[in-house]
């Protein structure tokens, strides 16, 4: 299906979060506080639109070039990363609600585009049984972020797992909000805002249709991919699930340097009444740290343009190049990290407080960070391995 001319511009899309910046500024240290977005960020977003980008267009989806969410999530990070976080991987989300059976895509959004649709990824003691027509659930997952503004929840499991033990298929299922409950688990030391916390099912019933074998998700025309307009439907997702994570955290980075740079400006030491921005060794860590979030920037740039042109010419993606992709995502990040950290460890004790920015940039960085897509271990042994020309065990790092 051709693709026709998106109803927004990406620049007009971008401008939005530009308008939005200052007030979701403002809120950071509460929504922080809160442990998730408040309603009128929530509302906030609806209102501007910033949760279509993945929507296909028949569901009031702009029709915006695969990977602006790198763009959308790099910009709201320097703002808010909870807010940059929902906005962007929960988002994603929308594009894999539209590769289970078309019946379901209408039921999640037939009342009308303004959807959210999470996903919960943790099992704790979930069983699947088979019944006719459908399967009956138990179970609670965790890291559902923005479960409390969520309409509906993905998750996933094995089918009759104690009877047919690792032969058991493995599933996803869409849950709507009137089949799970939420566990408030959510007490860690970063990216607090995004609420993302249990849910729990307790004897439901989840009807066949609403569910989709792993192997149809991940892998090429899935049953609702024939009835939307762009190849993220369509496609097998290898290369490109987790790619949603990116910008928020390049923006962190990004931010987080900022609000050191504005701090240091006006400076002084606290015995010698100096004035801090002069010194040699905090303009050096300075200038490093820029340039190695600079260099992340230009590696995810790079690996979105390269997806998106591998996306729409329905390209395969070979071993090599999505080992590379992955070592290059977790060393972007790496490069993140470590530029936050020179320049929040020169803050002194500045740098520990909890209301200052640049630390809840820090935090919110270390544990965005610590997602599967972006490990530093899990992504680098890999690429390694290969490199010295060693096997690559299936599913390890691609």
Request: proline share 5%; with cysteine; hydrophobic share 45%.
């Amino acid at each position: 299906m051709d693709r026709e001319t998106p109803l927004i511009t990406t620049e007009a899309l971008l401008d939005r979060i530009r308008a939005l910046q200052p007030v979701l500024r403002e809120r950071a240290a509460d929504t922080e506080k809160r442990r998730m977005l408040p309603a009128e960020t929530i509302r906030d977003l609806f209102e501007a639109e910033l949760f279509r980008h993945f929507q296909p267009r028949r569901f009031g989806g702009h029709g915006v070039p695969w990977g602006i969410q790198y763009d959308i999530g790099r910009l709201l990070a320097h703002a808010c990363p909870s807010t940059a976080w929902i906005a962007t991987v929960v988002a994603a989300n929308n594009a894999y609600a539209c590769r289970f059976d078309p019946r379901v895509q209408d039921e999640i959004y037939g009342n009308g585009p303004d959807v959210l649709v999470t996903n919960a990824s943790v099992q704790k003691g979930v069983t699947i049984i088979s019944e006719d027509g459908g399967y009956r659930v138990n179970g609670a997952w965790g890291f559902a972020s923005g479960i409390d503004h969520a309409d509906w929840v993905m998750v996933g499991g094995a089918v009759d797992a104690a009877k047919l033990g690792a032969a058991a298929p493995r599933i996803f299922l869409l849950l709507p909000k009137s089949d799970y409950s939420i566990d408030d688990t959510w007490y860690v030391s970063g990216m607090r805002g995004t609420g993302s916390k249990d849910v729990v099912t307790k004897q439901v019933f989840v009807p066949a249709w609403r569910t989709l074998t792993m192997q149809a998700f991940w892998g090429p025309n899935p049953p609702g991919g024939a009835v939307n307009d762009d190849f993220i439907y369509r496609r097998d997702l290898t290369g490109f699930f987790g790619t949603s994570l990116l910008g928020p955290l390049v923006g962190m980075a990004e931010a987080g340097i900022a609000a050191y740079r504005e701090q240091t400006r006006v400076r002084q030491g606290v015995l010698t009444k100096t004035v801090v921005a002069e010194e040699t060794t905090v303009q050096i860590r300075l200038a490093e740290s820029m340039a190695e979030a600079k260099a992340a920037a230009l590696l995810m740039d790079t690996q979105i343009a390269r997806l998106r042109r591998v996306g729409e010419t329905d390209a395969t993606l070979g071993q090599d190049e999505l080992l590379e992709m992955n070592r290059d995502r977790a060393f972007a990040v790496r490069l993140c990290q470590v530029a936050l950290e020179r320049v929040v460890s020169a803050m002194g004790a500045m740098g520990i407080q909890d209301a200052n920015p640049a630390q809840r940039y820090f935090r919110d960085l270390n544990a965005a960070a610590t997602q599967i897509a972006v490990n530093y271990d899990r992504n680098m042994a890999p690429f390694g391995r290969h490199a010295l020309g060693l096997e690559v065990p299936k599913g390890l790092g691609i």
